[in-house]
Nanobody, 118 residues
Framework: VQLQASGGGLVQAGGSLRLSCEAS????????MGWFRQAPGKEREFVAR????????YYADSVKGRFTIGRDNGKNTVYLQMNSLKPEDTDVYYC????????????WGQGTQVTVSS
């Protein structure tokens, strides 16, 4: 599967952005999806994940209550709604897909830059 992330940009602290990640192919609903972020020189950090049906989600403590992950299997797309953004949310955000509920992600998108100004 190929993943194309979009929706990043520059926003002031306290603002909102919605990231999208569109997948190619006809088997999107068979993948568990996740969002990660990474700053230059730092390790990639988990942000959120969602099950194949969208019925279960899980978040990093740093974004819990501010970010919401969702998916539309009919549109082959996973979303990340980001509210109450903080300067420390500035990163490149990546979407990823895997075949299993746990373990390594098999496919990665190209990343979209999110910059939050103070």
């Amino acid at each position: 599967v190929q993943l194309q992330a979009s929706g990043g940009g520059l926003v002031q602290a306290g603002g909102s952005l919605r990231l999208s990640c569109e997948a190619s192919g006809r088997t999107f609903s068979s993948y568990y999806m996740g969002w990660f972020r990474q700053a230059p020189g730092k390790e990639r950090e988990f942000v959120a994940r969602i099950t194949r049906s969208g019925g279960s989600t899980y978040y990093a403590d740093s974004v819990k209550g501010r970010f919401t992950i969702g998916r539309d299997n009919g549109k082959n797309t996973v979303y990340l709604q980001m509210n109450s953004l903080k300067p420390e949310d500035t990163d490149v955000y990546y979407c990823a897909a895997r075949h299993t509920l746990y373990g390594e992600y098999d496919y990665w998108g190209q990343g979209t830059q999110v910059t939050v100004s103070s």
